[in-house]
């Protein structure tokens, strides 16, 4: 599975990144809005220091807009994927913008039906939110389930990006039923390395360590 960091600040890319193991990040307006600075600036710097995929979201309601601002936000970085919202505009900005070779992340995605339209239009990858679906008592490890399987059913090679999470069960699950991302803010992939039972056995081992004689470290 890989993780990704759903976040626009570039300290926590860059302590994600210590840890060896970050694939990727993901953007959206209010993430960048965040930071105070400005849109290209901040994708751009994020770009230079994650080598994985880097989402960059446009703000178009129309196709033609969202196609524009695609190919714009493409050229900054060649590891730049465009993130469009699922409409219908959405879509066929998709299609458009996938014919031409730029990888995109289909966002926004509350039902299954969503998902697969994206693949269809050749999306690079779909990002259903599960935080959000579980806000509105609405059942969202099934919604990754049924993507994945209908993904399985006709080989599309989309990519399934877990995002919205909101606690490390979410990430479990996900990795249970084979997502290929979970994108994630910073806590979260902290939290996914920590147990109490770690840290107390860590603190009994050293307090015996005390107790062997002729240490050599
Ligand atoms: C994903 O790409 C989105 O940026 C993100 O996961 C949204 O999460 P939220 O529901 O916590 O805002």
Partial sequence: MQFFLDTADIDEIRKGLDLGILDGVT??????????????????????????PVSAEVVS???????REGKMVAQWAENIVVKIPITTEGLKAINTLSQEGVKINTTLVFNPMQALMAAKAGAAFVSPFLGRLD??????????????????????????????IRHPMHVVECARMGADIATMPYAIFEKLIKHPLTDAGIKGFLADWEKVPDKPF
Avoid at 61 to 67: K, N, Q, R, Y
């Fill in 135 to 164: 806000d509105v008592s609405s059942p969202s490890l099934g919604l990754v389930a049924s993507i994945i399987d209908i993904y399985m059913n006709y080989g599309y090679e989309t990519e399934v990006i877990c995002a919205s």
């Fill in 61 to 67: 309601l129309d196709a033609e807009g969202m196609v």
């Fill in 27 to 52: 953007t959206n307006p209010t993430l960048v809005a965040k930071t105070g600075r400005p849109f290209r600036e901040v994708i751009e710097e994020i770009c230079s220091v994650v080598p994985g």
